[in-house]
């Protein structure tokens, strides 16, 4: 009986403590943002403020496809290097964060939002956005 008992009080033991772990990451979040017949899947994402963040930009379409956003306060970690030839249409200003993935494609980029709110992302190439390619990135208050 103490034989059966102790590896059981000892795996109780082990479930308690895994389940009152802290809150605290190791690493950043991952999202995954696939670009698809002009849209995002998932259409809405939801990251912590001051919380790093890695996004794994995929193209499975047979078209150019971005990811932007215009204004959003961000510490930048790494950034994916521009593609060549990509083209942001008449665009007059910069968006703050912008990865572009070729056709079939990932790009990865590396950031920590340090503001809560409601941005929006899109995508820049001409006519992809009006066609209803964007999605919005929300930033929660920590804790």
Known sequence: MKRILFPLLLVAALALVACSGSQAQSGPSTIALKA????????TVEVTAGQ??????????????????????????????????????????????????????????????????TYEYFCTVPGHKEAGMKGTLIVKTPG
Request: overall charge negative; cysteine-free; charged content about 10%.
């Open 52 to 117: 790093p963040v890695t996004l794994m930009f995929q193209n499975a379409d047979s078209v150019e496809h971005d990811f932007s956003i215009m204004e959003i306060p961000v510490q930048m970690a790494a950034t994916a290097e521009p593609m060549a030839g990509h083209d942001m249409g008449a665009m007059t200003a910069n968006p703050q964060l912008h990865m572009a993935a070729a056709m079939g494609q990932t790009a990865t980029m590396q950031f920590t939002p340090t503001k809560p709110g």
């Open 36 to 43: 698809e017949a002009l849209k995002y899947n998932p259409a």
